[in-house]
Structure formats: structure tokens, C-alpha cells
């Protein structure tokens, strides 16, 4: 166990990451025109920022959505969402208004774009323009990603498009639309391709920004319906081939799917802080009610262990790219559920104060309207389903218990990767990183039993993850063979529900393992047993009552985090108020 009279050891933080939090500057400082009051204002106006935008210009903070061989600093995916954490920590309309909705538009053309359209995508964004993305509609559509935009083949070789979205985010400002197009009028996985508009349009047909669309969160990010009509495009638009649209997105919004909870669990965070303030507050020994303990150290327990699951998943796009498909995915599935439940245990400990509006803790009811907009919603989780529950037959009959624990560099945040490449993404894989990586702490653990009750508990805690992927393995083998609905009934979704709770649990037990040595409290067993704890919870797996001195040292850190001013994640950055 961690000595707790010894200073906190954090993991360093990126320089750049460290200079946007300071010059964000205090959020409580009412006079900060970045801080809450000023976010605040501008989300009830329902308006950008401008102040807060033009900070960011000036920080060139595009260049974080180009690869630094294109001149922009996007060198891996881990750094970039640290980089991002502030801002995201105080307003998710700004974080996704301002750029990263341009990262998303740009990553099919790093991903799979020639080098003309890559250089000119790169001179447009670093130049301080914006691309924004039109997705193709999908089942159990929101209005982002319901209807859609074809494109019909011209004889010259070039496109002719015609459609319409309803909403598509910075349409009025956008220099560059990148769109999954339908190009066949079959349904299957070669009906769309990836079109580029530039902003030089063509001198015939018509783009028409349409009204406003206003949403019920994120109300400082613009949306605006869009149509296309008879609208031309040459033949080089075209990103990659015809018909791989569908394969496209299956590879590049990998990055989505892990670097979305991953900076947007720093908004909820900063709920934590708060809740940590009201417990604390006219309190003599500045110590919470012994009732709100649980519910403290629980929410921080889990954003521990969505961290755990979201830098997992952002650093094995650079040491694993061809076997990250599936873990990006169970990232965005699993954690917008787990945030949510935590948002709601943490309104118990706000009470009232979680309806103000103020600049105190008006946050708590900003966050709540914006995590569904912000791609947390019922569409965003339908999409992962769709790619996981597919591969569950496969992975339970040819993965599990079979494949080879990855290299330990995976679970050691704020350790060197190698530069991430977006052209090794794959939408296929063989093998399942993390339940490797469950098997092998289990098996450590188990002869560690006698180390202390904590590392004992942990032991209990990882076999009993174990007997799940088990019984797992057994039901999911038996889904094989079914097609269509079949292969999507009730049983087949609450398996995917199950496995990726596994997954959470065996990122927990990579980080801690991967901890150990640092005199960090991520040493310490007491928050791996917690986090797997109430994921066992979730699972109606049998749990043992906790050791006495679990929440005790939990509740340690976070006090003590609260006073330092320090962030409730993985990495327990410094923060500017």
C-alpha cells in the first residue's frame, strides 16, 4: 500500500496541455471571461464563446487535428485528449464548436486521402478554417445523424449531389464538408463513400444553409440544416474508393469512439469537484458527511476505471493498431451509461445546489443537457452495439482464453508511443487485448493472495471476472449462426452489455498492474477493488463487502486532490482554480 505521508506522485503532464489550462484560468473566477459565469452566459444566449474562441485561435489549437508530418503537433491520441481536457473540463459546446468536430471530418482523409487532399486539408485547418462532418443516417437516428446526402455518378467521372441533413455542426461556418455519401442504392457495406467539398464551390448547382437548428444541450455549439441540390463535384473529391465509405468509418471513428469519453469525462470530473465542495462546505473538519462517502468515493472509483477503459483504448491505437477495432468501441458503449449513473449519485450529494444556474454549480445542469448531444446519447451506444454484438460468437470461439496479453506499455499513461498512424487502423482483428490482459493479472493475483486483505480482495474480485468471460464464452458461442434480427435479439444485446463490463474490469487491472513501482496511488489496490467492485455490481456478480480500509484511503485522495486542485482522472493534472 501507497504510504499516505508521502507527497502525490502525478503523471506529468503535456506542456501543451498545461498551458491551455492557465490561460483558461480560474473557472469560479467571476471576472475570467473564460471561466463559468462568462461559459454560462454564452450557453444561455445560445451562443459561442467568442472571447473563449479567440484564445484558442490565438493557441493554435487546430494544429492539434493535423499530424505533425502534415505541420500540425497530432503525434498520438492519448496526448491529444489530455490536450483537450481543459477545455472540455469547463464547456463540451466549446470543445466540440471550436475544433474537434474538424479532427472527426479530418480523420477519413488521414485515414485513407491521397496527399493532395491530406496537404490541403492540413493548409485549410492550419490556415484557421473549419471542416465539419455529414455522416450517412443510421438506424435509431437522432437529428445528426438522420437523413443523408447521394451522390450519383456524372459522366465526366465526377458526383452530382443532392440531399439533405437536418443538423450538421458548424454548417454556417464551415470551409470544407466531408461526407459519407450514398453511392449505390443496395444497402450493404459498400453503399456510401467519403466525398470532400471544398470550400471553392462549384459554379453550378446549389449548397443552401438552412435555419438553425436549436438543440436541448450543447446550445453554445451551432447546428444548421443543410441541402444539396444538383450540386457538382470532380472526380477527385473522392476519398479512398468507391463504396468503402461504410469501411472508412468503421477505422476512423475509432478515434471518436475513445477520444469522446475520454475528454468528455473531464466535464465530470469537474461535477465531482463540486459535489466534493458542497459535501465539505460549513463543514468544521472540512471532511463530507459520513453519507456521502460511498457516493464520493464510488464516482470517483468509476471515473477512474472509464479512464482506465478510455486511455487504454487511445493508446492502443498507437502500439496496436490492427487490434484496436473492437476496443474502441466497447469504450464509447460502456462509459456514456457509467457517466451517467455517476451524474445521477452525484445530484443526491448537490441536492439543490444542482439546479442553480450560477457560476458555481450552474455546470452540473449544463453537463446533463449535453452529454446526450455530445454523441453520449441512445444513437451513439446503438452504433457500437452494432459493431460488437456481430463479433461476439467469434470472439468466444476463437479469442478468448487464447490470445497472447499485450505489451505492458499499454497500460502505462503518459508513457512514449510510437507516432499513431492513421493508415494501420483496421475495422477487423483477431484477437481481444484486454480479456488477455484479465487471464493474465487473475492469474498474478492469485499467488499474491497473502500480500495484505486489499491485494487479496483483488484477487477474489478478478476471478470472479474470469467465471463471467467463462460463462460468456459458453453463451456467446451459441449465437453462432444467426443472421439479421436474429443476431441482434435481447439476449445477444445484454451479452454485448456484459462483455464490455468485462472489458472495464480488466482495463482497472491493467492500470493498477501497470502502476506498480511508481509510489503513485494508482499503486494502491484500494481503488482497483472499488472500481471492480461496483462493475461486479453491475453485473449482479457476487461481491463481497469491501475491506474496512478501502474507502477510507479512497476518500483520501479525493479530499486531497479537491485541496491541491488537482484533476479526479488517471492523472491528477494541476488545475488553474
Known amino acids: ?59 493554435g489549437l487546430a494544429a492539434e487535428f493535423v499530424p505533425r508530418h502534415l505541420g500540425g503537433r497530432l503525434t498520438d491520441l492519448e496526448e491529444l485528449a489530455r490536450v483537450l481536457r481543459p477545455l472540455f473540463r469547463r464547456d463540451l459546446a466549446l470543445g466540440y464548436g471550436f475544433g474537434i468536430t474538424s479532427l472527426f471530418a479530418a480523420s477519413a482523409v488521414w485515414t485513407a486521402g491521397d496527399e493532395r487532399q491530406r496537404r490541403a486539408l492540413a493548409e485549410l485547418l492550419l490556415g484557421g478554417g473549419r471542416a465539419t462532418i455529414v455522416h450517412r443516417e443510421v438506424a435509431h437516428a437522432n437529428a445528426i445523424l438522420r437523413n443523408e446526402v447521394a451522390a450519383t455518378p456524372r459522366p465526366d467521372g465526377g458526383w452530382l449531389l443532392n440531399g439533405r441533413k437536418d443538423a450538421v455542426i458548424n454548417a454556417h461556418r464551415a470551409d470544407a464538408f466531408v461526407m459519407y455519401a450514398r453511392t449505390s442504392p443496395e444497402e450493404g457495406p459498400h453503399s ?26 450543447m446550445r453554445g455549439a451551432h447546428f444548421f440544416g443543410v441541402e444539396w441540390a444538383d450540386l457538382p463535384l470532380p472526380a477527385d473529391a473522392l476519398v479512398g474508393a468507391v463504396g468503402e465509405g461504410v469501411a472508412l468509418a468503421l477505422r476512423s471513428f475509432q478515434i471518436s469512439h475513445c477520444l469522446i469519453p475520454g475528454t468528455v469525462l473531464a466535464g465530470v470530473d469537474s461535477v465531482l469537484r463540486l459535489a466534493v465542495r458542497a459535501a465539505t462546505e460549513d463543514r468544521p ?25 478510455a486511455v487504454t483504448g487511445l493508446r492502443a491505437m ?24 455517476d451524474l445521477e449519485e452525484l445530484a443526491t450529494v448537490l441536492g439543490g445546489r444542482g439546479y442553480d444556474r ?5 455546470g452540473f445542469q449544463k453537463l446533463v443537457r449535453d452529454l446526450p448531444v455530445a454523441g453520449l446519447g441512445h444513437a451513439g451506444t446503438a452504433v457500437c452495439q452494432a459493431v460488437l454484438v456481430p463479433q461476439l460468437p467469434a470472439l468466444a470461439t476463437t479469442a478468448w482464453f487464447r490470445t497472447p496479453e499485450p505489451p505492458a506499455e499499454l497500460f502505462r499513461p503518459g508513457a512514449p508511443l510510437p507516432a499513431f498512424d492513421h493508415h494501420r487502423l483496421a475495422h477487423s482483428g483477431t484477437d481481444d487485448l484486454l ?37 460468456l464464452r459458453a453463451r456467446c458461442a451459441a449465437l453462432a449462426g444467426r443472421t439479421g434480427r436474429a443476431a441482434f435479439d435481447p439476449q445477444a444485446c445484454a451479452l454485448a452489455d456484459r462483455y464490455a463490463l468485462v472489458l472495464a474490469a480488466a482495463a482497472v487491472l491493467g492500470i493498477w498492474e501497470g502502476q506498480a513501482g511508481t509510489g503513485s496511488f494508482l499503486e494502491d489496490p484500494a481503488w482497483a477493488v472499488l472500481a471492480l467492485s461496483r462493475i461486479g455490481r453491475r453485473l449482479g456478480a457476487p461481491v463481497a463487502e469491501l475491506p474496512a480500509e478501502v474507502v477510507p484511503t479512497v476518500l483520501a485522495e479525493v479530499l486531497g486532490r479537491y485541496r491541491e486542485g488537482r484533476s479526479l482522472d488517471l492523472y491528477g493534472s494541476a488545475l488553474a482554480g
Not at 498507437?318 to 457509467?338: F, I, Q, R
Not at 450560477?358 to 450552474?362: A, N, T
Request: charged fraction near 25%.
Open 1 to 59: 500500500m501507497r504510504d499516505p505521508s508521502a507527497p502525490a506522485r502525478t503523471i506529468g503532464e503535456p506542456e501543451r496541455a498545461a498551458r491551455l489550462e492557465a490561460a483558461l484560468g480560474d473557472p469560479f473566477a467571476p471576472d475570467n471571461p473564460h471561466g463559468h459565469l462568462a461559459l454560462l452566459r454564452a450557453d444561455e444566449a445560445r451562443e459561442v464563446p467568442a472571447a473563449t474562441e479567440a484564445l484558442l485561435t490565438e493557441a
Open 192 to 217: 456510401h463513400s467519403v466525398l470532400v467539398l471544398g470550400p471553392d464551390l462549384p459554379g453550378t448547382g446549389e449548397l443552401r444553409r438552412l435555419e438553425r437548428v436549436e438543440m436541448p444541450g
Open 285 to 309: 473538519d472540512g471532511r463530507p458527511a459520513r453519507r456521502w462517502h460511498k457516493v464520493l468515493t464510488g464516482v470517483f472509483a468509476d471515473l477512474l476505471a472509464c479512464d482506465s477503459m
Open 318 to 341: 498507437s502500439l496496436l493498431p490492427e487490434e484496436s477495432y473492437l476496443l474502441g468501441a466497447a469504450v464509447k458503449y460502456t462509459m456514456p451509461d457509467l457517466l451517467r449513473e
Open 358 to 362: 450560477g457560476p458555481l454549480y450552474g
Open 435 to 471: 480479456t488477455a490482459t484479465l487471464l493474465g493479472v487473475a492469474g498474478r493475483l492469485a499467488t499474491r493472495r497473502t500480500a495484505g486483505p486489499l491485494t487479496a480482495a483483488l484477487a477474489v474480485l478478478a476471478d470472479t471476472f474470469v467465471a463471467e468471460l467463462r460463462v
